[in-house]
């Protein structure tokens, strides 16, 4: 048996603050697409769908036209077990919408049985926006045959941070219920093993998204056991620059910095942090640069980390130990006190990055 594996897709997110939300929409949309395209491709024998599959408080009807209508003409069994941002509430698109025969959406908190060519699927839902049991305490995979978990949940104690909120799970409960694989959501950033898969969005949602697998899985159910194959299916890449520039004189300075990683990165979602020392006149607008450089990018953000430099002959005249400590050393002919002084200044302003 072959099975389509797919969450995360954030249908209707608002996209707080971008310019372009209405297109970022319908990229999500496209990669919903593109995944039950693939699955057609394969020729898998049913989607298992693990949450967050739109976002409840922005989702409009048009949506849940479009969910019904594609869902149904994939032709094949359709599981959902929706999650925090999708929950199963009275009145939700879960809840109201007359879905196709072929789609079967989870709808209680507890592990429900759901037979599927051989195997059971074991799903359930997120009933309200937070989840703090886990729905494996007391719950063994029952008698022969496999049994697989379909769940949006967090699993605790690995390279994500734990989220007591959402469902947690660990991997030594989902070893020891007797299922032979987890098919999970919630964490954008995919991957998966001989044990869970999470196929991460399909596609990444934000700057913070840059690694792991955006898109979805193939999972085949065997005597032999079961597998995963992550599939990338995104369209948007995140990419991050760190520039120094330490010594500006003037924003022209800056801007051919950022335009030149904005060269080095055409057509994906730029982000670059600008550090370094700057002169005090030096006028860094990130809008503007963002604006300036931005051409050829699917989005530039620019975060200005830099400090003013220090003015050491004004701080030299200052009659204060920070000024008798700047007069020492400036004109000290030891090749690294100048080093040596820009640190303790900065020792002395609690800053962090004593070491430029």
């Not at 989702?59 to 077990?81: C, E, N």
């Not at 789609?103 to 051989?118: A, K, N, W």
């Not at 904005?262 to 002169?279: C, I």
Request: charged share 25%; proline share 5%; net charge negative.
């Amino acid at each position: 048996m072959k099975l389509l594996h797919l969450a995360d897709i954030h249908l209707d997110r608002a996209f707080a603050g971008s310019r372009d939300g209405a297109r970022r929409r319908a990229g999500l949309r496209d990669a919903l697409v593109r995944g039950l395209e693939l699955g057609a491709v394969h020729g898998v024998d049913a989607i298992c769908l693990a949450g967050d599959v739109y976002e409840h408080e922005t989702v409009t009807q048009d949506t849940a036209g479009f969910l019904a209508s594609r869902l149904g003409a994939a032709g094949v069994p359709v599981l959902v077990s929706p999650g925090n941002h999708d929950p199963y509430l009275p009145g939700s698109v879960w809840a109201r919408t007359a879905w196709p025969g072929n789609v079967h959406v989870f709808s209680d908190d507890r592990l429900e049985p759901c037979e599927l060519h051989g195997a059971t699927v074991w799903g359930a839902a997120f009933t309200a926006r937070h989840c703090s049991t886990s729905c494996l305490d007391g719950w063994e995979a029952p008698g022969s045959g496999a049994h697989l978990l379909l769940l949006h949940g967090a699993l605790t104690g690995e390279q994500w941070a734990d989220e007591p909120a959402h469902r947690p799970l660990t991997r030594a409960a989902l070893a020891a219920c007797g299922a032979a694989y987890a098919m999970l959501g919630h964490f954008h950033q995919g991957r998966g093993d001989g044990l869970l898969c999470y196929p991460g969005s399909p596609e990444p949602l934000t700057f913070g998204e840059r690694d792991g697998n955006h898109g979805a899985a193939l999972i085949e159910v065997s005597d032999a056991g079961v597998s995963c194959q992550l599939v990338p299916l995104a369209r948007r890449l995140y990419a991050a620059e760190t520039l120094r520039v330490d010594g500006a004189g003037s924003a022209d300075h800056v801007e051919a910095a950022v335009a030149a990683a904005a060269a080095r990165h055409q057509g994906t979602a730029l982000e670059v942090t600008l550090e370094g020392d700057v002169d005090p006149g030096c006028e860094i607008a990130s809008a503007a640069l963002e604006e300036r450089c931005g051409g050829g990018l699917e989005e530039l953000r620019v975060r200005d980390r830099t400090r003013p430099a220090y003015d050491l002959a004004a701080i030299a005249g200052e009659r204060s130990v920070r000024g008798r400590f700047v007069a020492r050393l400036i004109e000290s002919p030891e090749p690294h006190a100048r080093e040596a002084l820009l640190a303790g200044l900065r020792a002395m302003d609690r800053r962090r990055d004593l070491v430029a």
